[in-house]
């Protein structure tokens, strides 16, 4: 069985409204790992549709006998598609940038409201 100082760790911290507060530190492999992960969705959103392009196009020339023009057709798609991607994978860091910041921002109210 679990005691009840151990149970009260597990519990997320909250401050006099009731309202849970988030850990100031993370751990370094936590933020290795963050990182790990955005640095991996930001080369498959690239990859993915470069190569997919290129082996698609490479296949229906093969196929239908045309040189490389499916290949570089695609090729090209491939890379507006891929720019595409890490367009909106910039815009949605910014959103969560923003909403970041706005909620360190309440957090700072409530602990100054709180220290009152």
Do not use: C
């Not at 640095?39 to 020339?61: F, K, Q």
């Not at 023009?69 to 991607?85: K, P, Q, R």
């Amino acid at each position: 069985m679990m005691a009840a100082a151990d149970k009260n760790l597990l519990e997320p911290q909250k401050s006099q409204e009731g309202v849970p507060l988030k850990p100031k530190d993370k751990s370094p492999t936590s933020i290795g790992m963050n990182l790990l992960a955005e640095v991996s969705t930001l080369a498959w959103n690239l990859v993915i549709p470069i190569v997919g392009g290129v082996l698609l196009g490479h296949y229906i020339d093969i196929r239908f006998d045309s040189g490389v023009t499916w290949t570089m057709s695609l090729l090209v798609l491939g890379i507006l598609i891929a720019f595409s991607n890490l367009y909106y994978l910039y815009l949605e860091q910014g959103h969560r940038a923003v909403a970041k910041d706005d909620n360190e921002n309440t957090d700072e109210e409530i602990n100054d409201k709180a220290e009152e």
